[in-house]
């Protein structure tokens, strides 16, 4: 079964710190996806960043990184030079492919709340 | 500009009565989806789609229903089976190409008095 975990329920940054969020999966296909998706009190799923699992290089996409540890099945998202909009649920989630059929599971997020 | 719109933003429901939450795409994606999201919990699937008269049940698919009768539209029926309706429900459609992103609509948050 797939599964992704976030250990963090919550978590504190300095405006302009970097802070890297937890995102761990258990998954048995040999090909899938990760995604980091920030959600702000308005409700809705904001796309950050992908990782795939055959990609040899870590993802990064503006102030966004993804830390990705194949072995130990990590992908943790780095935000460097934090700013106060980052304040938000951030989820990670993962695709699987099998036959055929795309399913996207996520976790149960992390609160980011930036300190001015 | 392309994007899902669901409707309504807020719904307010007597205990009993079937609603339906509308979504609707135009971003000529073929999948979409409904998930389900309660405060401190992740989200979680109720039905995908991944072509039109084509649907398959999620995690949570009890007390719920979808109909996919066009390319654009993916509407979700919440039953009076459902027993604890009372949740923000994401609708989501998926890009057939590259990382298959999920791009989701705003989100239609359900009160059941």
């Known amino acids: 079964a797939q599964k992704i975990t976030q250990t963090q329920p919550g978590m504190f940054v300095q405006e302009k710190e970097a802070v890297t969020l937890d995102c761990t999966y258990d998954t048995s296909d040999p090909s899938y996806g990760l995604f980091w998706y920030k959600q702000p009190s308005s409700g809705e799923m904001i796309f950050l960043i992908y990782q795939g699992s055959y990609d040899q290089q870590n993802a990064t996409e503006g102030r966004y990184s993804l830390n990705f540890q194949k072995a130990r099945k990590s992908a943790n998202l780095v935000i460097s030079a934090s700013q106060l909009g980052d304040s938000a649920m951030y989820f990670c989630a993962m695709r699987g492919l099998k036959t055929g059929t795309y399913k996207y599971i996520f976790g149960t997020g992390t609160r980011l709340k930036v300190l001015a | 500009d392309g994007g899902i719109t669901q409707s309504p933003k807020y719904l307010f429901r007597k205990e009993g009565q079937n609603v339906t939450l509308s979504c609707e795409q135009n971003?000529?994606?073929?999948?979409m989806y409904w998930y389900r999201q309660d405060p401190g919990q992740g989200l979680r699937l109720i039905y995908y789609s991944q072509i039109v008269n084509d649907f398959q049940k999620g995690d949570i698919a009890e007390g719920y229903s979808v109909s996919r009768e066009k390319k654009e539209s993916f509407p979700l029926t919440v039953t009076s089976a459902q027993k604890n309706p009372t949740a923000f429900y994401l609708c989501?459609?998926?890009?057939?190409?590259?990382?298959?992103?999920?791009?989701f609509g705003a989100g239609s948050r359900l009160t059941v008095l």
């Open positions: 989501a459609s998926r890009q057939g190409t590259g990382a298959n992103v999920l791009t």
């Open positions: 971003l000529n994606h073929d999948a």
